[in-house]
């Protein structure tokens, strides 16, 4: 299959420029980011569709001059998709902004909590860094009739 | 036997409402299954007998040769009759051993009832695959059980190490499952077992399955997660951790024995482990002080035992394997429930704190005496007749196998006199007294709590005497080996042999132990107790952990910006260096399909470049738009006018949400990377974009099988009934896809409504505003229109500064052509572009235009009904149709076409994957429906109470000061 030139380079400024914004701390310039390669990644379907041609509609034209349909209709499903992970994350980065006034992702604490612990080789969230406990009692009605008994 | 895996599964499932309804009394009920299970296997008897096995076989997953295939042979037989009359014995002795209010009694009795149901599925399955679903089944159901008091954390731990230790054994099984049925090609164990593999990768199979079988018995190195399984409640240890589940090991060693006994790895493994764990488990036993370990350590030992009888592979040796296996579930599991009823009617274990129990309880004292017995091998009892048997087959002349014989039987011997001591510590610590204390205090308790061990132990009495006459039974099994020169027989007298004079001295020496106890104990406690099993055990999961904290602290630093950057970096360096080294390179290139093609091309790459530069959040909206219409115009050029239409409007509809959302933002964005950053970030943007550029070049040019639009092209219109081959693939041809992207869709709505709304009382208050326009357009509809605004349902409610007449007159003008042109487009989207969701979008592209206009109030009169509705209705009918589909013999979401002629209408051809669609259309509306009431609605009810003052809702936390974003507050 002979790949079309112009989309090819179309799709990867549209990565570049996804990736860039993609890296951003806000959360509504990686989401643009993310939007950017959304579009780089549905031309990329056209790309492996094969060359253009007419619409796929049984009967409007020959089938050899269709443009290939598989590929569309996963496209199709990807652009309604990509509507409401806009609206998710524009919600989160109001959720942001409600919280603390602006929509910058913050480093997580747990992570940061999480590598200071493997730096400094802090092993205490393991069950296994603690010798074993010994079973407290040998009953299982321990102090269940002790009331009455005494 | 499906009926009967049937009722226990019933059982399982109404067994918590039975415990709500009866409280412990329903066990007396539960019971009844595992009975059942017992009661047919006997009445099966003759058939097994004379070789007409029962046996049934549905197939389940034919492509992998898988079938529900059970078969009740000797062996099967003989567990059945264990498993499920230990297991209703237990599980009557329940009902009298809690307490009706025992925290998580419900979930406990279902447990059992399943694992006895689970059990009777692993003994008489003749598929390895489903064999090994119920062996999981039965680690599962032990790890709830030894679980069910989750608050203490040793009953947690214990938990689960059983777990981890029993399920990584049953992965090698699994590994070894596969091999042989690959090798054989068939999973049938009956079939695999005639005609047995031989050869490496059998071998290999073998001693996989080996570990599975030696971890879930509880052999060294695995052993100490039985002693550590004692944290479950007392019926449990007797049951799971006596008869039957740990019996699943010694099982599935006696079937494989008959036809690889001789595979080099079989009786190294299984001998020497079998008789180290029989030797260690018997040692460790004469040191317990909680009665219920010493039993357990012995169990550990007599599983040992068990292994290496069945293990050995010879006529004798497997006879003395059943009964052993037969004598040791019933003074097993009676030992431990008398254990349990100690410990309920005394309040403790502890052999250091009871005296005097032999007065107060004579009942369980003969009870133990005559198990204990048993199990020390002492005449008349069953276990006396497994230990003569036992000694007797590894003696010249029954045909013990060459090399091994002699010191399986010392070793045999020797752990028969640990095992002769700590039966007689058991008696003398459960029932001796001690002068030092007082006799303890016995509570009074239920019938069955004696009741049951007392039936036990009778049984074990008459076993003695009656094994002569029940070896016929079981001939099946064993004859399978051929008979030694000197035929060994069960019974309790054949005279003054070797192994008599063996038990003799057993008894001597282990009645030696016994007198010498506390020196051997005070021994014991010298010795070091490093290296143990239990210690790697935890040094392995210790080191897991230490692993992953290092990955995580490593890889997981926080910063999603740099989480993201390592999954492109791994994106360019492991495609990119594949590239560098070296690809076929296209040799031709297409420059592009048509002319329009490059200048849409650039627009687009300029307005992505000009978004990167962007500084005001909406400028950056506006371009990325800009390369949305273009996306969609490069669609229309390609030949795919479904996705124009669909990619217009849902820009259209994203530059809504955009504006809506971006109006509380500040003007400009609030993030200022350094110059560095912003360098490292545009460096990897331009690797990615190269290394996709170069990936789509390549990746093109080697492909050489062409589309598949001619065979969807006659798919669609002869089973999918319409022209529009995409919109039947997304309706028909592929609409499992669908189903799962609307699914899709409605989460991502339900994220954003919980994010706005965040609590149930907004949603509340959304209903009954929703309920109020439903009433207040009954009444415009009643009275003849709305008299304050000619154009709008509520535009009269909007302050006369905000209204627009022009915008009020354009949607009155609009709004109803545009759900027309939706139903249009829902229709004859089978046959021209269109479809469910792009009639979807044109629905709420008119929704939006009317909140637009109107605002709150309008988009609850255009649309009164909650999102989540349509959202649930549309998901309910594609998935539903689907299913309707398979009650009229159809597959699921297979699509049925129909041709109707009507009057006046003409011939209307229906097809009814249009319902599928008509789901899709709902799930759309209700996307963007949900969209406009929490990004616009929501939103101005929020900007509303902040300027009414600070309410309760609205921000939870305002920070002081922040700096950069201050400044630009509430621009837009």
Redesign the interface.
């Known amino acids: 299959?002979?790949?079309?030139?112009?989309?090819?380079?179309?799709?990867?400024?549209?990565?570049?420029?996804?990736?860039?914004?993609?890296?951003?701390?806000?959360i509504?310039?990686?989401l643009?980011g993310l939007?950017?390669l959304g579009?780089?990644a549905?031309?990329?379907f056209?790309?492996?569709?094969?060359?253009?041609?007419?619409?796929?509609?049984?009967?409007?034209s020959p089938?050899?001059d269709?443009?290939?349909?598989?590929p569309?209709?996963?496209?199709?499903?990807a652009?309604?998709?990509?509507?409401?992970?806009?609206?998710?994350l524009?919600?989160?980065?109001?959720?942001s902004?409600?919280?603390?006034?602006?929509?910058?992702?913050e480093?997580?604490?747990?992570?940061?909590r999480?590598?200071?612990?493997?730096?400094s080789n802090d092993?205490t969230?393991?069950?296994?860094?603690r010798e074993?406990?010994?079973?407290?009692?040998?009953?299982?009605?321990?102090?269940?009739?002790?009331g009455?008994?005494r | 036997m499906l009926a009967l895996l049937g009722v226990h599964l019933l059982a399982a499932v109404v067994a918590p409402l039975l415990v709500r309804l009866w409280g412990r009394k329903a066990f007396l009920l539960l019971a009844a299954p595992p009975a059942a299970a017992a009661a047919w296997a006997l009445s099966q008897t003759g058939a097994v007998l004379g070789g007409h096995l029962p046996s049934t076989s549905v197939p389940w997953v034919p492509s992998i040769g898988m079938g529900l295939s059970f078969r009740l042979d000797t062996l099967a037989w003989l567990l059945t009759l264990v498993v499920g009359g230990v297991g209703a014995l237990v599980l009557l002795y329940c009902a009298d051993y809690f307490?009706d209010d025992e925290p998580g009694l419900a979930q406990f009795a279902s447990c059992l009832t399943g694992f006895a149901g689970a059990m009777l599925g692993l003994v008489t399955s003749d598929d390895l695959l489903v064999l090994y679903l119920f062996w999981e089944l039965t680690t599962i159901l032990s790890y709830l059980l030894i679980g069910h008091r989750p608050a203490?954390?040793?009953s947690r731990?214990a938990a689960?190490q059983a777990l981890v230790v029993t399920t990584a054994g049953g992965l090698a099984m699994l590994t070894g499952i596969v091999l042989l049925g690959e090798e054989t090609g068939t999973y049938r164990l009956s079939a695999l077992l005639a005609h047995p593999p031989t050869g490496t990768l059998a071998t290999t199979a073998v001693a996989l399955l080996l570990v599975g079988a030696v971890s879930k018995s509880a052999l060294v190195p695995f052993h100490f997660w039985l002693p550590g399984a004692?944290?479950a409640?007392?019926p449990v240890s007797a049951y799971l951790h006596a008869a039957a589940m740990v019996k699943a090991g010694i099982y599935l060693v006696a079937r494989l024995a008959p036809a690889f006994a001789d595979v080099p790895v079989w009786r190294p493994l299984l001998l020497v482990l079998g008789a180290g764990t029989m030797l260690l488990g018997g040692w460790r036993a004469l040191r317990q002080?909680?009665?219920?370990l010493l039993l357990a350590y012995g169990t550990v030992s007599q599983l040992g035992y068990l292994t290496v009888l069945v293990g050995t592979g010879t006529r004798a040796a497997a006879l003395a394997g059943v009964t052993v296996l037969v004598g040791h579930a019933l003074f097993k599991s009676c030992l431990f429930l008398v254990v349990g009823a100690i410990?309920?009617r005394c309040?403790?274990?502890?052999l250091r704190e009871l005296s005097g129990l032999r007065r107060r309880m004579p009942a369980l004292a003969v009870t133990s005496l005559v198990a204990a017995a048993s199990m020390a091998g002492i005449p008349p009892m069953l276990g006396f007749v497994g230990k003569e048997a036992a000694y007797t087959s590894l003696l010249p002349g029954a045909g013990g196998p060459a090399g091994w014989s002699g010191w399986t039987l010392a070793a045999l011997v020797a752990g028969s006199v640990l095992t002769f001591a700590y039966a007689a510590r058991f008696l003398w610590g459960a029932f001796g007294d001690r002068p030092a204390r007082e006799p303890s205090?016995v509570?009074p308790t239920g019938p069955l709590l004696v009741g049951v061990p007392v039936l036990l132990s009778v049984l074990t009495v008459a076993g003695g005497p009656a094994a002569g006459r029940g070896e016929q039974f079981v001939r099946h099994y064993v004859q399978q080996w051929p008979a030694p020169e000197q035929s060994v027989h069960l019974g309790l007298w054949h005279g003054l042999t070797p192994a008599l004079l063996l038990s003799a001295l057993t008894v001597a020496l282990g009645a030696g132990l016994f007198l010498l106890r506390s020196q051997v104990e005070r021994g014991q406690a010298l010795l070091p107790q490093r290296p143990s099993a239990?210690g790697g055990y935890?040094?392995l999961?210790?080191s897991l952990?230490?692993v992953s904290?290092?990955v995580?602290?490593?890889l997981?630093?926080?910063?999603?910006?740099l989480s993201?950057?390592l999954v492109?970096v791994t994106t360019v360096a492991v495609p990119g260096v594949v590239l560098l080294r070296g690809v076929a390179w296209?040799s031709?290139?297409?420059?592009?399909?048509?002319l329009t093609?490059?200048a849409v091309?650039v627009l687009?790459?300029a307005a992505?470049?000009f978004?990167?530069r962007a500084r005001r959040?909406l400028r950056?909206?506006f371009l990325?738009g800009v390369?949305?219409y273009g996306?969609a115009l490069?669609?229309l050029?390609?030949?795919?006018?479904?996705?124009a239409l669909?990619?217009v409007l849902?820009e259209t509809?994203?530059l809504v949400?955009?504006v809506?959302?971006?109006r509380?933002?500040?003007g400009k964005?609030?993030?200022n990377?350094s110059r560095m950053t912003r360098r490292a970030?545009?460096l990897?943007?331009?690797a990615?974009?190269?290394v996709?550029?170069a990936l789509?070049?390549t990746?093109?040019?080697v492909?050489?099988a062409g589309?598949?639009?001619?065979r969807?092209?006659e798919g669609?219109?002869e089973f999918g009934g319409g022209?529009?081959?995409?919109n039947v693939?997304?309706v028909d041809?592929?609409a499992w896809?669908?189903m799962g992207?609307i699914s899709?869709?409605l989460v991502?709505?339900t994220?954003?409504a919980s994010?706005?709304f965040l609590r149930e009382d907004n949603l509340t208050l959304s209903r009954r505003l929703l309920e109020k326009a439903r009433s207040l357009r009954r009444t415009h509809a009643s009275v003849g229109g709305n008299a304050g605004s000619p154009w709008l349902a509520e535009g009269s409610a909007m302050s006369p500064e905000r209204r627009s007449v022009i915008f009020e007159v354009v949607t009155r003008l609009v709004f109803h052509t545009m759900v027309l042109w939706s139903l249009y487009l829902l229709f004859s989207g089978h046959?021209?572009?269109g479809g469910g969701?792009a009639a979807g979008?044109v629905v709420g592209l008119g929704l939006a235009v009317r909140y637009l206009a109107g605002e709150r109030d309008e988009l609850r009169a255009a649309a009164p009904v909650m999102p989540g509705l349509l959202l649930g209705a549309g998901l309910f009918l594609s998935a539903g149709v689907g299913l309707v589909s398979l009650a009229f013999g159809g597959d699921v979401l297979q699509s049925w076409i129909f041709d109707v002629h009507l009057p006046l209408i003409g011939s209307v051809h229906l097809v009814t994957s249009v319902f599928f669609d008509i789901g899709v259309y709902l799930v759309?509306i209700g996307?963007?429906l949900?969209?406009l009431r929490?990004?616009g609605s929501g939103?101005d009810g929020?900007i509303e109470q902040e300027q009414d003052g600070p309410g309760p809702a609205?921000?939870?936390?305002?920070?002081p000061v922040?700096g950069?974003?201050?400044g630009a507050?509430g621009a837009p």
């Open positions: 299959m002979v790949p079309n030139l112009t989309l090819c380079l179309l799709v990867g400024v549209l990565f570049a420029a996804g990736v860039y914004l993609l890296l951003a701390r806000s509504v310039r990686a643009i939007l950017l579009n780089g549905n031309i990329l056209l790309v492996a569709s094969g060359p253009a041609g007419r619409a796929p509609i049984v009967g409007a089938v050899s269709m443009s290939d349909p598989l569309q209709a996963m496209v199709l499903t652009i309604v998709i990509t509507l409401g992970t806009t609206a998710f524009l919600a989160l980065a109001h959720r902004w409600q919280l603390s006034d602006h929509d910058v992702q480093d997580d604490p747990e992570d940061t999480i590598t200071q612990k493997a730096e092993l969230d393991s069950d296994y860094e074993p406990d010994e079973p407290p009692d040998f009953s299982e009605f321990a102090g269940v009739g002790e009455e008994r | 307490a203490s954390r040793s731990s689960t004692m944290a409640p007392t002080h909680d009665l219920k410990d309920h309040g403790t274990r502890d205090r509570e239990e935890r040094l999961m210790r952990d230490r904290l290092e995580t602290g490593a997981q630093r926080g910063s999603l910006p993201l950057g492109l296209p031709q290139v297409r420059w592009a399909d048509n093609q490059p091309a687009i790459a992505a470049f978004t990167t959040r950056a909206v990325v390369t949305g996306t490069l669609f050029l390609h030949g795919a006018p479904d996705l669909t990619q849902v509809l994203s949400v955009f809506l959302v971006v509380r933002l500040s964005f609030n993030d990377p970030r545009a990897l943007g331009i990615v974009g190269a996709v550029t789509a070049l990746a093109t040019s492909r050489s589309p598949m639009t001619a969807f092209a669609a219109v022209n529009n081959i995409v693939t997304l041809i592929r896809d669908t992207e899709v869709v991502a709505a994220g954003v994010l706005i046959n021209h572009p969701f979008l759309v996307l963007v949900d969209i929490s990004l939103i929020l609205g921000r939870a936390v305002r920070r922040h950069r974003s201050r507050e």
